[in-house]
């Protein structure tokens, strides 16, 4: 009986010692779960979700503001004949307008004998009552670049003028002879529709007109 108790004893152990074995060596997997994705979508990684998304601007590209361009027709000396090409655009059914140049010549047109600007206002009506004192006719120059001189009158000969500033320099008074040129105003039609404008069109509008050019430029405000 006692052979018996012991070969069940040692059974127990004997299996108690390959159930420990088998507990140390379970491995269960971790349960996973598998998502399907569908194959057109991009995949995108844990990291990237959870980094900051940055707004992406595209930066436009430095341009010029290109200012619109129109035809001008000119230059007439008289603006009647100026009105005259801007009706034959408009009954083409083209706006215009006209515009007006002075541009200075080299020609003198008069000639401005003056005493340059004294230091301060009451310098220059001491040197007014001096010349008015002499007989001289003067005034203060109020504007411009020379305020605060006194003018001693415009003249159209250059003769007269310096016949004038020889009087008053005797005074010891300094006196200048500023020369004016003279202007010529020009008349420019302008049209703005330049995509009508070609070359058949300009010849139609300036109708024979002679000694006129049409230039692209920049529409005027």
Known sequence: ?????????????????VFWQQQGNDTRPIPQTVQVVDSNKQLELVSELKSPLVAVVERPEDSEVRQARCYVAGPYSDELDARHLLARAQALALAGKI????????????????????????????????LQQRKVDSYIITQGDLAEGVSLGLFRNQKSAQSVQKKVERFDIPVEIRVITKSVREYWVEIDQVA?????????IQAGDSNIDWQLVACSE
């Open 1 to 17: 009986m006692r052979w018996i108790f012991f070969a069940l004893v040692f059974a127990n152990l004997l299996l108690f010692a």
């Open 99 to 130: 515009n007006s140049v002075d541009i200075s010549t080299d020609e003198p047109s008069e000639y401005w004998v003056h005493v340059p600007p004294r230091a301060t206002r009451a310098a220059a009506l001491k040197t007014l009552r001096e």
């Open 196 to 204: 009508q404008l070609n070359e058949k069109m300009r010849e139609r």
